[in-house]
Each structure stands twice: as C-alpha cells, then as structure tokens.
C-alpha cells in the first residue's frame, strides 16, 4: 500500500477515518498513536496528509503562502450529481471569504474589515451578552433539568452572531437546520441519499444570504460587521468584493455561531465532570478567564483545519508533494506532550493553558476569537453563581455530529434541586 507521495501507509494510517468512532468522541486520544509514532501521515481514506504534534501543526498555520488556506472550506467529501444539481438550482457560488483567501488579497482585506473586532468595539456588545445570557437562564432557573445546548448555548451565541453581523433574528430554528447542513457539506461524510436533503438546505442558506444582503445594500448605515463591510466596499471595492459579501453572509453566521455554541457546550461538559474544578471557579470566579483558555486547549470546538501545499517541502521530515491536501488536526495538537506538560490533565492554572491552536495561528487567526472568549466567560460567570449546585444528568451519552473540524455534544443534560437556588435565599 503506498501513497501518492510513495510513502508507505502504516495500517493505522490507512485505517484512520475521522467520521466515526473514537476521533468522533475523543480526536486527540484517537491520535495519540500518530503524535507518538507517524506525526504525519498519508491516510489513503482522505486523500489528505494528517498531521497531529504542536509543531508542525504551528509551522503550517505559520507559512499561509507555502501551506495555502485555499481548501478551508471545499466539501471533504465530494457531492454526488444529484447533490450538485440541487447547489446549481440555487445559484451556489460559497467562494473565498477571509479564512480560505490567499495573499495578497487576504491582508488588505483582514485589515480593512477589522475595526469592529477591536476590544473597544466589542466591550459596545457585553451588557446584551449578559442580559441575554440572563434571559434565557430565567427560562429554566426553576425548572430543575435543562438541555443546556438545546435550550441555551446554541441559541445565545446565535442572537449574539447575528447582532454581531447586523443580520435581523430570523428563524432560529431554521438557522441552526441551514449552520449544521453546511458543517456536515464542509466536513462531513454525508452517505448518497443525505446529500440531495444536505445541498437542499444549504442552498436554501445562500440564497437566505443574498437576500439579506440585497436588503442590507439598499441601507448599509446600520450597525454590525456585515453593514460596516457593504460601507467599505464602497471606499475600495476591489478589497471588499461581492463574492466576498455574499460568501460571508453565510459563512460568518456558522463561523460565528457554531464555532461558540460548541465550545460553550464543551466547556460545560468538561468543568462539570470535573466537580472539584466546577466548585472552584464557583468560589473564585477570577479563575473563570484562564478556565475559559484551558477548556478551549482541552476541549476546543475546532478539532482540525485544512491547508494545500504549494510547493514540495517536508513536515516534521517526511516529503510532502506540492498539490498535497493537508488536515492539521489542532484538537490533537493541544494535546500534545512536547508543547503541553501532562496534556490530558485540566488544570486551570497552566500557564500556558493560551498557546492552545483552537483559533489558528498567524495571519488567519481567528478574528472572532475575543468575542468568543468573552461569550463563554458570561456564560460561566452567570451559570457558577445562579447554578452553582447543578450536575450532569449521570450516564447521558455524548453524541457529535459526524465531520472532521466542528465538535461540540448535540446535548448536555443537567439536573439541580431548584430549592437550593442561591437566589431564593438572596433574590
Ligand atoms: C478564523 C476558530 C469564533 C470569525 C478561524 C479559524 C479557526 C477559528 C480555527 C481559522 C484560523 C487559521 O486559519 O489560522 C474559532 C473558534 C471559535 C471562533 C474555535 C469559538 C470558540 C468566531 C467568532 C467569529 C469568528 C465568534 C465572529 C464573528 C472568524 C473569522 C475568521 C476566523 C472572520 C477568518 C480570519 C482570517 O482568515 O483572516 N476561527 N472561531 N470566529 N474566525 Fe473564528
């Protein structure tokens, strides 16, 4: 068995599939063999290298014009002709937006698009943040068990991207329908007869995109991201241009919203069965910050990226051919011994819990990321102290929709004897 590039696949390498099983539930520990033994490797099942220790994965985002951000966001796997016909009756054209653009049209347009990113421009978004957060927490404080991804951090993140992109609250339900069609049509293996129902949705979210953006171009004075981008366009059109703003319009609603939601979800997994840290940053909530950090390296939402190799260069020592697809897997990464001291433990006060890969590395870093981050730390705060005695409902078992790249549990279940609320005591 050899691979395009000649080198012999190991029957690991050639039995790795990132759509079922242990990379599903855990993509690091399924890993663990290829951080150890082959860090980089041809899987046959792909037609990507994989690439899984701190370093290269680093070094990759590093060099954007030698590991070239292009295939960000191609279809992993390839639609049937059933499935592109559906896409080409809605006009589907998803091109570049900012996270798969090369130089030297990346920069000036990441620069030009930035302001509204700023920590000054997003402290203007905590206190909805809060009182949204506070909102939804009110729905079910007395309650006793909640759904928290269903009846919480999927939606909150959702109003809060859309505020954050200037796009009216729509259906929520639709909208999480059309964010998980076109997570499982990026990084998902969706079997023949799922695709046409896959293309169907998701070319129903492009043209839900164009409308909105038609809207939006008749009066761009309004707030948020999206707006502030059709003003730019008029300045330096070239920079900012229509297929970037219809692809954004729809790319940005899952790259803001999805991304967080799951994290979120991740988070709250991982802190409440770990009871003694979930008590700890109760009593001190100063801790929440680099808890946030720690959950993201631990547990992020972004298990893998992808890059195309432009020119014949090596990895970690083995020759990579250039045209070669690559999947550098960050989820494994953030687990890695060489970079992380006892990588599998959660530890809120590592010190280096921040040099986590969840939000890329180099010019296409996340530019979300501080958004993100201040999403997950009300979260916390508001949950630690209005909730501080819920648990996980025992023996749930986690399930993720199946891809490569976005991960998050569809459901996390948990319980609380609403007397014991701090707030009746202290309303
Ligand atoms: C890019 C992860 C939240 C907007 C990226 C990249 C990753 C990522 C892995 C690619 C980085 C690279 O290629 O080096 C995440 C995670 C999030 C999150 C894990 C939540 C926990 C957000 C939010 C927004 C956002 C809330 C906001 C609107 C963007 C944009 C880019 C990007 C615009 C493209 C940047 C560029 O290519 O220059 N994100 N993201 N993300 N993200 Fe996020």
Same mark, same amino acid.
């Given at each position: 068995?050899?691979?395009?590039?000649?080198?012999?696949?190991?029957? @690991?390498?050639?039995?790795?599939?990132?759509?079922?099983?242990?990379?599903?539930?855990?993509?690091?520990?399924?890993?663990?063999?290829?951080?150890?033994?082959?860090?980089?490797?041809?899987?046959?099942?792909?037609?990507?290298?994989? #690439?899984?220790?701190?370093?290269?994965?680093?070094?990759?985002?590093?060099? $954007?014009?030698?590991?070239?951000?292009?295939?960000?966001?191609?279809?992993?796997?390839?639609?049937?002709?059933?499935?592109?016909?559906?896409?080409?009756?809605?006009?589907?054209?998803?091109?570049?937006?900012?996270?798969?653009?090369?130089?030297?049209?990346?920069?000036?347009?990441?620069?030009?698009?930035?302001?509204?990113?700023?920590?000054?421009?997003?402290?203007?978004?905590?206190?909805?943040?809060?009182?949204?957060?506070?909102?939804?927490?009110?729905?079910?404080?007395?309650?006793?068990?909640?759904?928290?991804?269903?009846?919480?951090?999927?939606?909150?993140?959702?109003?809060?991207?859309?505020? =954050?992109?200037?796009?009216?609250?729509?259906?929520?339900?639709?909208? @999480?329908?059309?964010?998980?069609?076109?997570?499982?049509?990026?990084?998902?293996?969706?079997?023949?007869?799922?695709?046409?129902?896959?293309?169907?949705?998701?070319?129903?979210?492009?043209?839900?995109?164009?409308?909105?953006?038609?809207?939006?171009?008749?009066?761009?004075?309004?707030?948020?991201?999206?707006?502030?981008?059709?003003?730019?366009?008029?300045?330096?059109?070239?920079?900012?241009?229509?297929?970037?703003?219809?692809?954004?319009?729809?790319?940005?609603?899952?790259?803001?919203?999805?991304?967080?939601?799951?994290?979120?979800?991740?988070?709250? @997994?991982?802190?409440?069965?770990?009871?003694?840290?979930?008590?700890?940053?109760?009593?001190?909530?100063?801790?929440?910050?680099?808890?946030?950090?720690?959950?993201?390296?631990?547990?992020?939402?972004?298990?893998?990226?992808?890059?195309?190799?432009?020119?014949?260069?090596?990895?970690?020592?083995?020759?990579?051919?250039?045209?070669?697809?690559?999947?550098?897997?960050?989820?494994?990464?953030?687990?890695?011994?060489?970079?992380?001291?006892?990588?599998?433990?959660?530890?809120?006060?590592?010190?280096?819990?921040?040099?986590?890969?969840?939000?890329?590395?180099?010019?296409?870093?996340?530019?979300?990321?501080?958004?993100?981050?201040?999403?997950?730390?009300? =979260?916390?705060?508001?949950?630690?102290? @209005?909730?501080?005695?819920?648990?996980? #409902?025992?023996?749930?078992? =986690?399930?993720?929709?199946? $891809?490569?790249?976005?991960?998050?549990?569809?459901?996390?279940? #948990?319980?609380?004897?609403?007397?014991?609320?701090?707030?009746?005591?202290?309303?």
């Amino acid at each position: 068995f050899t691979s395009p590039g000649g080198c012999p696949v190991s029957p @690991r390498a050639a039995a790795f599939d990132p759509f079922t099983g242990p990379y599903q539930t855990d993509p690091a520990a399924s890993l663990r063999w290829s951080r150890d033994e082959e860090p980089v490797f041809y899987s046959p099942e792909l037609d990507y290298w994989v #690439v899984t220790r701190y370093e290269d994965v680093k070094a990759v985002f590093r060099d $954007n014009e030698l590991f070239s951000p292009a295939i960000a966001l191609d279809k992993i796997t390839p639609t049937s002709d059933e499935a592109s016909s559906v896409l080409a009756q809605y006009d589907y054209a998803m091109s570049r937006t900012l996270v798969n653009e090369d130089e030297p049209a990346h920069m000036p347009r990441r620069r030009a698009l930035m302001e509204p990113f700023t920590p000054a421009a997003l402290a203007h978004h905590e206190p909805m943040v809060r009182r949204l957060t506070r909102e939804y927490v009110d729905r079910f404080v007395d309650s006793g068990h909640v759904d928290l991804v269903d009846e919480m951090l999927w939606e909150v993140p959702l109003t809060v991207a859309l505020h =954050f992109l200037g796009v009216p609250e729509e259906d929520m339900d639709t909208l @999480r329908e059309y964010s998980i069609a076109h997570t499982v049509n990026t990084w998902g293996r969706p079997a023949p007869e799922q695709q046409v129902a896959v293309a169907e949705a998701v070319g129903k979210f492009w043209q839900f995109a164009g409308t909105v953006l038609d809207k939006m171009r008749k009066d761009p004075s309004g707030h948020g991201w999206m707006p502030f981008g059709i003003r730019v366009q008029q300045e330096q059109p070239d920079v900012v241009t229509d297929s970037y703003l219809h692809s954004m319009m729809m790319a940005g609603i899952v790259a803001a919203h999805e991304t967080t939601a799951n994290a979120s979800a991740n988070a709250l @997994r991982l802190l409440l069965e770990h009871r003694d840290v979930w008590e700890e940053i109760c009593d001190d909530p100063g801790l929440i910050p680099n808890a946030v950090e720690e959950c993201l390296r631990h547990s992020g939402s972004v298990a893998a990226w992808r890059r195309l190799v432009t020119a014949d260069t090596t990895i970690g020592g083995i020759e990579i051919p250039a045209g070669a697809k690559l999947l550098i897997v960050n989820s494994s990464a953030n687990h890695d011994e060489r970079h992380f001291d006892q990588a599998d433990d959660f530890d809120i006060r590592r010190d280096n819990a921040g040099d986590h890969l969840t939000f890329g590395y180099g010019s296409h870093q996340c530019m979300g990321k501080n958004l993100a981050r201040m999403e997950i730390q009300i =979260f916390l705060e508001e949950l630690t102290k @209005r909730l501080p005695h819920m648990e996980l #409902v025992p023996d749930q078992e =986690f399930t993720y929709l199946p $891809n490569t790249s976005f991960r998050g549990p569809d459901h996390v279940l #948990v319980r609380w004897d609403p007397a014991r609320n701090p707030e009746r005591a202290d309303p």
